[in-house]
């Protein structure tokens, strides 16, 4: 017994090590579910592991399905945990931001969250 255990004790930290890479959603700006009086010009989302630019995106849409994003979602070449893509200047209502990425470790995730720009 007492040689099993440094090994089950070394297995759950390279599990738990190993979840860690994945691209979880940490936090967003503007936050889900937030109401803003300022229109943002981005929505910035924020990972727990790398992220792999090339299989990462990111779309903001009005309530009616109607994307509004500008350009191309950009990954932080240096932490490579933030997916920024820009949006114009966005009149009051709801919106959808809808994204899914590819970590570095190879899992997928994908989610989505609504935010108000208010009057």
């Known amino acids: 017994m007492s040689r ?18 994945h691209g979880l959603l940490e936090r967003s ?15 910035r989302l924020s990972f727990t592991g790398r992220i792999e630019s090339a299989y990462s ?3 903001v ?4 399905g109607q994307r509004v994003d500008v350009g191309e979602a ?3 070449s240096e932490t490579r945990r933030t997916l920024t893509i820009a949006v114009p200047p966005l ?5 959808r931001v809808r ?4 970590s570095v470790d190879t899992h997928v995730t994908q989610g989505e969250f609504t935010f108000r720009v208010a009057p």
């Open 74 to 76: 950009l990954v932080d």
């Open 29 to 43: 700006d503007p936050r889900g579910g937030s109401s803003v009086r300022t229109p943002p010009r981005e929505v």
């Open 61 to 64: 849409l009005t309530e009616r």
């Open 4 to 21: 099993l255990l440094p090994l089950v004790a070394a297995s759950v930290l390279v599990l738990a090590g190993g979840a860690a890479g």
């Open 91 to 95: 009149p009051p209502g709801r919106y």
């Open 99 to 102: 994204w899914r990425v590819l």
């Open 57 to 59: 995106r990111v779309e």
